[in-house]
C-alpha cells in the first residue's frame, strides 16, 4: 500500500492513529516498524546539497525517522500543529516554560504542580529573572485576578498527579486568551485519549511519555504538543538548547504507543474498580479519583475527560508513621517508587508540597497506580496492608 497522506489525519478514530499513525512500511523495506535510526551525522552528496539545506535530515539532533514517528502520532492524538520529542517528561516542562517566557515576565503555576517543575521554577526561572506565582488549582476564571502585564504563561496540571484536583481549563484558557498569556498544560494523567487540553482551549500540551506512553517502566520520554502560533518557539528553545531523543528510546515509546488504547481501558476499568472498593473500607479517610462521584471535581471530569487513568491517591486515618510502614514493607505485589503507567502497580507514601493552601488533611496520604495484576488479587493486598495499618494505629 502507498504511503496516503490522508492517513495522518487527526480526525481519525483514535485507534486507528495508534495502529497506524507515525509508521511509514513502504520506506522501510515492508518491514512494518520503523527501525531504531540511530544517527549524528547526516551526508551530503554534493556542495550544491550543502548549500540547499533541503534534504530531510541535516544533522541526528534535529530528530531522525524514528523520533518522527512518535511525534507524529502524538500529534494526531493531542489535536496539535506539531509535537516534539524530549529526553523526559520534566524536560518537555522546561522547554515549554522557556519557549515562553523571557527576563522580567511572570509565570502562574498551579499548586498541584509536579514538584520537580516547581523545583525549576522557583530556582531556574528565578534566576533568570522570572517571577513565580502559585495559584489554587481550583481557580477557575478567578485566575484574572493572578494576570499582570508582565504574566506570559500559566502552567496547569489537570489532575495534579497526587492529589488530583481537575482544573477548569476552559476557563482559565478564556482568560488567558484575552490576556494574551500562553496556557500550557501536563496531560500525562489521562493521556490524550481521554482528554485533549487544545481542544479545551490549551496552547501547549506536555507529557511524561515515560509514563503512559512507554508503559513498560523502561525508558524516559518527553512530549511537548503546540498551536501553529506557539510552535517556533518550541523548536527554537528545544534546539538552542541541544535537547534530542535517542532512536533507542523512541523505538520504545512507538511500541508502547501501539498499545496505549487497550492498555488505558485496562487501567482505567481496574484502578477504579479498587478505588470504588477502597472508599468502603474502614481504615480509608477518602479517595482522591476524579471517576468517583464523592470526588469534589467529579462534575468538571466528566465534563472534559473522556476516561480515567491508572493513578490515584487514597487518605487512611491518621496514623504514626510506623503503621505506615506495616502498610507498604510487607505487601506481596504493590511495589514502592516513584514513577508509574507501567504494568505492574506501585503504592507510594506521599506527602504533597503545597504553598497556597497548605496541605492539612489529617491522615496519611498513598498514591497507587494500578496495573495488570489480578484485580482481586491486587484488592487482597492492599486489604491485608489496610489490616495491618490498623493494628499499628
Ligand atoms: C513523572 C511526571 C513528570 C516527569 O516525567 P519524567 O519523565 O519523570 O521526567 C511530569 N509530569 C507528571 C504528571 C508526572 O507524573
Redesign the pocket.
Known amino acids: 500500500m502507498n504511503h496516503d497522506p490522508s492517513r495522518d489525519d487527526s480526525s481519525q478514530p483514535v485507534e486507528t492513529i495508534l495502529t497506524h499513525g507515525g509508521r511509514h512500511p513502504e520506506y522501510q523495506f515492508g518491514f512494518v516498524n520503523t527501525p531504531v535510526y540511530r544517527g549524528s551525522t547526516v551526508l551530503f552528496k554534493t556542495l550544491a546539497d550543502l548549500d540547499a539545506q533541503s534534504q530531510p535530515y541535516l544533522y541526528g539532533r534535529a530528530g531522525n525517522p524514528t523520533t518522527e514517528g512518535v511525534e507524529a502520532v502524538i500529534t494526531q492524538l493531542e489535536g496539535a500543529f506539531r509535537t516534539r520529542l524530549v529526553p ?6 522546561t522547554i515549554a516554560l522557556l519557549s515562553c517566557l523571557s527576563n522580567g515576565d511572570e509565570v502562574l503555576i498551579s499548586d498541584s504542580a ?1 514538584d ?2 516547581r523545583k525549576f521554577a522557583d530556582g531556574f526561572l528565578a534566576r533568570m529573572g522570572v517571577s513565580v506565582r502559585y495559584f489554587d488549582p481550583h481557580i477557575g476564571e478567578n485566575i484574572g485576578e493572578h494576570i499582570s502585564s508582565n504574566t506570559k504563561a500559566i502552567l496547569a ?1 489537570s489532575p ?2 497526587l492529589t488530583f484536583e481537575i482544573q477548569d481549563i476552559p476557563a482559565i484558557s478564556r482568560v488567558a486568551k484575552s490576556a494574551g498569556v500562553k496556557l500550557i498544560v ?1 496531560n ?2 489521562a493521556s490524550p485519549l481521554y482528554c485533549q487540553p487544545i481542544k479545551l482551549g490549551a496552547d501547549l500540551v ?6 503512559m506512553f512507554v508503559g513498560h517502566s523502561d525508558a ?3 512530549t511537548i504538543s503546540a498551536t501553529e502560533s506557539c510552535w517556533e518557539n518550541v523548536e527554537t528553545t528545544r534546539a538552542a538548547l541541544g535537547f534530542f531523543t535517542s532512536g533507542d528510546d523512541a523505538f520504545l515509546v512507538a511500541r508502547g504507543l501501539r498499545t496505549l488504547s487497550i492498555r488505558m481501558k485496562e487501567h482505567q476499568q481496574r484502578a477504579f474498580e479498587i478505588a470504588r472498593w477502597l472508599e468502603s473500607q474502614p481504615e480509608v479517610e477518602s479517595v482522591l479519583h476524579p471517576a468517583l462521584p464523592s470526588h469534589p471535581d467529579h462534575a468538571l471530569w466528566k465534563r472534559d475527560f473522556s476516561g480515567s487513568g491508572s ?1 490515584f491517591s487514597m487518605l487512611l486515618k491518621t496514623a504514626p508513621r510506623a503503621a505506615v510502614a506495616a502498610f507498604v514493607d510487607n505487601m506481596r505485589l504493590f511495589s514502592m517508587g ?4 507501567g504494568y505492574e502497580s506501585l503504592c507510594l507514601p506521599t506527602k504533597p508540597r503545597r504553598t497556597v493552601r497548605p496541605w492539612d488533611h489529617a491522615g496519611n496520604l498513598f498514591r497507587l497506580h494500578i496495573g495488570f495484576e489480578d484485580v482481586e488479587d491486587l484488592k487482597a493486598d492492599l486489604d491485608a496492608a489496610l489490616i495491618r495499618y490498623g493494628r499499628a494505629r
Not at 523526559?88 to 516542562?93: C, D, E, N, R, T
Not at 506536555?206 to 509514563?211: C, D, L, R, S
Not at 516513584?338 to 503507567?341: E, F, R
Open positions: 523526559s517528561g520534566l524536560s518537555a516542562i509536579y520537580p517543575a496540571e495534579g498527579s501536563d500525562s494523567w506536555v507529557h511524561a511519555g515515560t509514563k524516559f520520554a518527553g493513578l516513584y514513577s508509574w503507567g
